[in-house]
Structures are given as C-alpha cells and as structure tokens.
C-alpha cells in the first residue's frame, strides 16, 4: 500500500498523545468483557503455520489466507516439506493472495533460515524473527504473542485505526502507536489488546463506516466524527489505513 492515508494527515511524526489510563482500562474492560478469550482469525496448527499464515495475511484478508493454507498446510506442514515444494508448487497454493510472487520467495528463503540456523523451528526471539525475509515487526509481533503468549501488541491497520480514532493512542506510525499502546493499555490486558482492536476494527470501527451507533465503546471513544446512525458515514478525513 502506498503512504498510509493516516500519515499523510500532518500529524507531526514524534507527536504521541496517549488517552488517560482510567478511561483505557474502561475500554478494556468493556472489549474483555464482550469477547474474554479473542482468538486470531487465521488458521493454523503450529507456531510455523502461524508465521507463514501471518505473512500470507499482508494486504490480504484472513478469509483468502485460510482458504489457500487449508490445503497448502495439509501437504506442507514444515519448513523441510514447504521447501521441497518448491517455488511453482508453492505459487499454486497461494495464487489467490495478493503478492503471491514476493510472498512465495520469501516464504521459501524464511523456510530455508528455519532449516539451517533453528533445526525447523520458529524462533522466539524478535531479533531472529525479524530477520527471516518478509517478517516485519507487526509479524514478528503477532507470532511472540500468538505461538508463544508474550505480550505485544502487533499494529495493523485495523488496530492503528482503532487506537487513533479512540485516542487511545494519537500517532502518525504504527511503530508510535505500538509504543504507546504498550504505556497506555493495562498490564492484564496487553496479552489480549492486539486481538481486541483487530477484531473491533474489522467487524465495528470499520475503515469507511464505523457502526458507532452498536459499538460498546463508544461512550468513552474521542473520536470527532462519530456516525451518529446506522448507516452513516465517517467524513473522508476520518479514515485511517495503514500498510500491512
Ligand atoms: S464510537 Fe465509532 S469511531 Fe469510536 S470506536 Fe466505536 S465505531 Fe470506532
């Protein structure tokens, strides 16, 4: 994607505001309270499955991913089978997702690291897993607090949206966001926080048309351009996006 619209909104790039801690908690609470035990959308059945799911799931809906990784996971559940795919076996599996192309060499380049340096296991550490081709930080992110329970808060569009609009955090880079969600969600939530405003961004504050109206946080959201209504619609300036 190119610029993210949000950063081309003139927020200035190191200005960080952060919504008091009392009224987070009560967003929290009431997004626990909603959905106590959010789960990732994605399908998998290893922390390996999760890396490569996540990394399909870049400008791609995680409806499209589990549709190609149903049958691609069934005959290459690891690095070692993955690798004796082989690029044109691995492009049939993933021909419908966006950027199959990149996505398909740096899958197999990944795969090819997991083999040689980790015995074909997915590291824990963020240092190694950032450094596996086409694994950012938001990846990254979401495999620590996904496969091995750590508590990050992996920033996608949806969760930058969400957290700009609120005030939870108001800041110009998913990088700022991250590290202010990090300083303003409370230590029970975090583990949780990355899925409650993925979810919350997908199905409610949606890009174009939050349903403000049905959302349960609303009476706390500092957003300007609430729709009052079913139905309406957020003013242009209003809408975040991010790249993946
Ligand atoms: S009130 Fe509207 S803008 Fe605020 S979080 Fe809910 S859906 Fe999003």
Known sequence: MSAPA???????????????????RQIF??????????????????????LIAVMLSAQATDRSVNLATRELFAVA???????????????RHIRTIGLYNTKARNI????????????GQVPRERAALEELP??????????????????????????????NRTGLVRAATPRAVEEGLLRVVP????????????????????????????????????????TAAEGGTARSGGVFRVAD
């Not at 949000?6 to 987070?24: E, Y």
């Not at 009431?30 to 990732?40: D, G, I, K, V």
């Not at 990355?194 to 957003?223: D, N």
């Open 187 to 226: 230590p029970e939530f975090r583990r949780d926080a990355h899925h409650w405003l993925v979810l919350h961004g997908r199905y409610v504050c949606k890009a174009r048309r939050p349903e403000c109206a049905h959302c349960s946080i609303a009476r706390w959201c500092e957003y300007p351009d609430k």
């Open 77 to 91: 559940p690891d690095p070692q089978a993955m690798l004796q795919l082989g690029l044109t076996g691995l492009k």
């Open 6 to 24: 949000a950063q081309r909104r003139a927020r200035p790039a190191r200005s960080v505001t952060l919504m008091p801690a009392r009224k987070a």
């Open 134 to 163: 086409g694994v950012g930080r938001k990846t990254a992110n979401i495999v620590l607090n996904v496969a091995f329970g750590e508590p990050t808060i992996g920033v996608d569009t949806h969760a930058f949206r969400v957290a």
């Open 29 to 50: 609470e009431r997004l626990r309270a909603a959905n106590p035990h959010p789960r990732s959308e994605l399908q998998f059945g290893s922390p390996f499955q999760l």
């Open 108 to 119: 197999l380049a990944s795969c090819r690291i997991l083999q040689e340096r980790y015995a």
